[in-house]
């Protein structure tokens, strides 16, 4: 898969993890703070992610992706798991 798919798809998919904070920060006011850092999380776990696509070392290009894929899954259980920690 090219480069400029995959962040793409890192964009998108961090976009919807930070809509799903945007909804349950209205749903849960009393909680804000705990949204707000769940949401600066996600920005910065997006930084880091393209910033690391953008220099992919040529001699582990298999395991550089797995681990990719590794923190993008991580990244997806966190938040899903703080998300429904707020309820």
Not at 14 to 36: I, M, W
Not at 49 to 54: E, G, H
Request: aromatic share 6%.
């Amino acid at each position: 898969m090219k480069r400029r798919t995959q962040k793409r798809l890192t964009r998108n998919l961090c976009g919807e993890l930070f809509a799903e904070c945007v909804v349950a920060s209205h749903f849960h006011k009393d909680k804000q703070e705990q949204t707000d850092q769940i949401m600066v999380k996600i920005l910065n776990t997006q930084d880091s992610l393209l910033a690391r696509l953008s220099h992919v070392e040529p001699g582990s290009v298999r395991k550089f992706f797995r681990k990719y894929r590794d923190d993008i899954d991580t990244l997806r259980q966190e938040t899903k798991r703080m998300i429904g920690g707020l309820g």
